[in-house]
């Protein structure tokens, strides 16, 4: 079974950092895009960081330059190192990949973490 399994969530104080990782397990023959979501109380899901198979990146305006998105093929692995958090940065962050597992073509999504940023 082919799956996302997201880690590194948790509480911090405003102008902490967290690192969030997104591990890809299974039969995968290659992962193609993969980003980062996340999704406030009330709120829609919306898209944090993207990046693509060969390393560009993307970055939603409201963190720009306080977050960084990485992954490591080898691992099958993506990160996201938060820094400089504030509280409207409180979330349930999920991972997002775009894959091939045998045949077929997959996207898939983590079961979520939670981010909470304390004032």
């Known amino acids: 079974q082919v799956q996302l399994v997201e880690s590194g969530g948790g509480l911090v104080q405003a102008g902490g950092s967290l690192r969030l990782s997104c591990a890809a397990s299974g039969s995968i023959f290659s992962i193609n895009d993969m980003g980062w979501y996340r999704q406030a109380p009330g709120k829609q899901r919306v898209v944090v960081a993207l990046i693509s198979s060969g390393g560009s990146t993307d970055y939603a305006d409201s963190v720009k330059g306080r977050f960084t998105i990485s992954r490591d093929n080898a691992k099958n692995t993506m990160y996201l190192e938060m820094n400089s958090l504030k509280p409207e940065d409180t979330a349930v962050y999920y991972c997002?990949?775009?894959?091939?597992?045998?045949?077929?073509?997959?996207?898939?999504w983590g079961q979520g973490t939670l981010v909470t940023v304390s004032s």
């Open positions: 997002h990949a775009n894959l091939e597992s045998g045949y077929r073509y997959l996207e898939l």
